[in-house]
C-alpha cells in the first residue's frame, strides 16, 4: 500500500535540489513578473502593544530590524511571562540589501560553575527545585546581547530609539490582561517565594486583577542602562554587578566573568529546497530547522495533499515520529557536540525513513531505537516583521517556564529564565517537559541548552512567508503544520488557525488539541495502532506573514488562541 503513496525517486529529489540551487543563484526580482519590495510593512507579534511599538519604530524611519527590538523589548515588559532581558532566544533575519539570511542565536549559557552534576543531589536524583526555580535555574541571558547586536550590525536607529517603547511602558505601566492572570496562576508558589518578583508581579501578594496598572521602575532602568551603553550596559557595570550580587546571595552561581563572557553567535540557518519554495530555519542549538527539513522532506515524498484526511494525519503523525527521534538522539549545542547535519539531511535518509513507514499501521516509537526524549511547553514568544524594503525578521524567544525562574534580581527589574531545565540534568531523568535527554545534551560551562524554538521563512520567486510559535517542543510540529497549510496555498489566518496534533517519538502517543480530530477520524487511527491523547486545552501562539510578490498584497495573522496582534500597513507612495 505505502508504494502507491510515494512518488519522488531520488532523481525527483535531486532535481528539487537542482531548482533550490537556481532559486538561490538566480537573483529574484527585477524581471517585472514578482515585486522586489512590498506595498505594506507588517508585525505579527504575541502583545497589541508590542505591535504598536513595532510599527512605531518603523514609522519613525527603522528597518525591520530596529523594529524587531522593540517589539521584542516590549513584550519583554507587557509578557513578562514570556520573554524579557532576563532570557534569550533565536533570530532569523533577511538583509534586503545584500540578499543574506543570517541567523543570531541568542540562547542563554551554562554559567562557568555547571557541569554534568549540577542538579544532582548527593543521592544521585535530580534537584527539580533547584533546576527551575530561583537563580540557579538560570543560564547567562543572551537578550540583552542580541538587542546591541542587531542594532550594531543591522539596524539604522540607535537603541536609545528601538528601546524607548519599551522603557515607556515598563516605566509608565500598562494593564494587565486575563492572559497575564492565567500565567501567574501557574507559577504563583514559586513567584510568592521570591519577594524580589512578589513586589513587582502581585498586587499585595495576591493575582492582581485585570486592568491593574504594572509598573516595572527598575526594568526601566536597566533598559536605559542598555540604550546608553550597548552590551557593556548590561553585561559589565552597575547592571551586571547587580545581577550578580543578587543571584549569588540567592543560591545562584553567575559571576561576572559569565556575564562579560556571554556572546551570541551568528550560524549558518538550515537551508532546504521544496519543490520551488526554500526552507530557511533554525540550526542547532535549535533542533527545529533540521527536524522541520526532515518531514518536509519525508512528505516530499508522498502525494500527501490528495490523499484521505485518515491517511494524511497518519503519515503526519509518523514523519514526526521520526524527525523527533532523531533529534533525541542527535542534537545538541553544536560548539559543544558534532552535530551530523549533513547526514540528517542526507535524502537517502529521509528515504530509507519514508520506506519504514507503513501507510496501515502505526510504528511503535521504540521499534526505531534511540534514547527517550519528552518535551511539552507553555510560555515563549515569537515575533514576525517585514519592511517596506523587503527585510524581514523571524524570531522566537523564551525565558522558557512561565516567568521563567520566577526569579527577579532585586534592583534590575530582569526576571531571570529557567533555561538550563532545557538541558539533560542526568541521563535519563525528565525535565519540566517530560524531556529525556542523552550526553549530546549534558550540562557544561558555557554551553547552549538544545532546544525546539524553529523561527522560520518559506521562500519562493512567488512568495516569502515569515512564522513561528513559542509550545516547547510541540513548537516544531506546529511549524510544520502551519508550513503545510502554506503550501496548499490557504491564507495566512489559516496556517495559526490550523488545528494541531503533535507526535514526539516518546512518549508514544498523538497529542492533539480539542477538535483536531473528527470522531471518525480517531476511530481510523486507533484501527491503525495510535494511541490518542486530547490534550484538553489550546496551545501555541503563532504570528504569521505572507508577502505575495505576484500581487504584492502583505497580509498577517496573529493566533487567536493568544492575544496578540498582526497589522498591515500600507507604505505611503
Ligand atoms: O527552547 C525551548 O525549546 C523551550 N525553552 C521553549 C519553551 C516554550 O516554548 C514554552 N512555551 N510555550
Redesign the pocket.
Known amino acids: 500500500m505505502r508504494l502507491t503513496f510515494k512518488i519522488r525517486s531520488l532523481s525527483g529529489a535531486l532535481v528539487s535540489l537542482f531548482i533550490a540551487f537556481c532559486l538561490t543563484a538566480c537573483a529574484i526580482g527585477g524581471d517585472g513578473t514578482v515585486s522586489s519590495k512590498p506595498s505594506a510593512v507588517a508585525v505579527a507579534s504575541a502583545h497589541p502593544l508590542a505591535t504598536q511599538a513595532g510599527l512605531d519604530v518603523l514609522a519613525q524611519g527603522g528597518n525591520a530590524f530596529d523594529a524587531a527590538i522593540a517589539v521584542a523589548a516590549s513584550l519583554g515588559v507587557v509578557e513578562p511571562y514570556?520573554a524579557g532581558m532576563g532570557g534569550g532566544g533565536f533570530w532569523l533575519l533577511y538583509s534586503a540589501k545584500d540578499d543574506q539570511y543570517h541567523f543570531v542565536d541568542a540562547?542563554e549559557m551554562a554559567p562557568s560553575a555547571a557541569d554534568k552534576d549540577y542538579y544532582l543531589n548527593k543521592d544521585g536524583t535530580v534537584n527539580r527545585d533547584r533546576a527551575t526555580n530561583g537563580p540557579s535555574a538560570a543560564g547567562i541571558p543572551g537578550q540583552a546581547a542580541a538587542f546591541a547586536h542587531l542594532a550594531g550590525q543591522y539596524g539604522k536607529l540607535p537603541l536609545a530609539k528601538s528601546l524607548a517603547p519599551a522603557i515607556k511602558q515598563a516605566r509608565q505601566g500598562f494593564a494587565i490582561d486575563d492572559h497575564y492572570r492565567k500565567l501567574l496562576s501557574y507559577r504563583l508558589e514559586a513567584v510568592r517565594r521570591y519577594p524580589s518578583s512578589a513586589s513587582i508581579f502581585l498586587n499585595s501578594g495576591q493575582i492582581p486583577d485585570v486592568g491593574y496598572k504594572l509598573v516595572q521602575r527598575d526594568l526601566a532602568t536597566t533598559l536605559e542602562a542598555l540604550a546608553r551603553a550597548g552590551h557593556d550596559g548590561f553585561y559589565q557595570g552597575p547592571v551586571a554587578q547587580r545581577l550578580v550580587t543578587a543571584v549569588q546571595r540567592d543560591g545562584g552561581d553567575w559571576t561576572m566573568e559569565d556575564l562579560a563572557n556571554y556572546k551570541v553567535v551568528e550560524r549558518e540557518p538550515i537551508r532546504m529546497a521544496f519543490g520551488n519554495a526554500e526552507l530557511i530555519s533554525a540550526p542547532p542549538p535549535?533542533?527545529?530547522g533540521i527536524a522541520i527539513a526532515q518531514m518536509l522532506q519525508m512528505l516530499d515524498l508522498y502525494h500527501w495533499q490528495s490523499m484521505s484526511e485518515a491517511d494524511q494525519t497518519h503519515l503526519l503523525i509518523e514523519v514526526m515520529r521520526r524527525a523527533y527521534r532523531d533529534r533525541a538522539e542527535f542534537l545538541g549545542d553544536p560548539d559543544f557536540v558534532d552535530v551530523p547535519t549533513a547526514m540528517l539531511l542526507d535524502p537517502a535518509r529521509a528515504h530509507a525513513y519514508a520506506d519504514s513507514i507503513d501507510m496501515t499501521k502505526a510504528t511503535p516509537s521504540l521499534s526505531l531505537k534511540g534514547p527517550k526524549n519528552i518535551?511539552e511547553?507553555?510560555?515563549?514568544t515569537h515575533l514576525s516583521v517585514l519592511d517596506k524594503d523587503g527585510n524581514r525578521v523571524s524570531a522566537?524567544l523564551?525565558i522558557?517556564?512561565?516567568f521563567g525562574s520566577a526569579y527577579t534580581a532585586a534592583g534590575t527589574g530582569v526576571v531571570l529564565?529557567n533555561?538550563m531545565?532545557?538541558f539533560s540534568a542526568k541521563p535519563g531523568a525528565a525535565n519540566a517537559?517530560g524531556l529525556v535527554g542523552n550526553a549530546a545534551n549534558a550540562i557544561a560551562p558555557g554551553k547552549r541548552?538544545?532546544?525546539?524554538?524553529s523561527p522560520s521563512m518559506m521562500v519562493s520567486d512567488d512568495q516569502v512567508a515569515i512564522l513561528g510559535?513559542?509550545?516547547?517542543?510541540?513548537?516544531i510540529s506546529m511549524v510544520l503544520l502551519g508550513l503545510l497549510e502554506h503550501q496548499q496555498n490557504k491564507p495566512v489566518e489559516d496556517w495559526v488557525r490550523r488545528k494541531r496534533i503533535h507526535h514526539q517519538y516518546l512518549p508514544d502517543v498523538v497529542e492533539y488539541e480539542p477538535g483536531a480530530l473528527s470522531q471518525a477520524l480517531q476511530q481510523e487511527l486507533k484501527a491503525r495502532g495510535h494511541t490518542l491523547k486530547n490534550v484538553g486545552r489550546a496551545?501555541?501562539?503563532m504570528q504569521a506573514i505572507l508577502w505575495d510578490r505576484t500581487t504584492n498584497k502583505v497580509t498577517a495573522a496573529a493566533d487567536s488562541r493568544g492575544i496578540g496582534s498582526a497589522r498591515v500597513v500600507s507604505v505611503a507612495k
Open positions: 514570556s540562547r535549535s533542533s527545529g518535551e511547553g507553555f510560555h515563549t522566537t523564551s522558557n517556564l512561565p529564565n533555561e531545565d532545557d517537559y541548552p538544545l532546544s525546539s524554538m510559535t513559542p509550545g516547547g517542543s510541540r513548537i496551545y501555541g501562539n
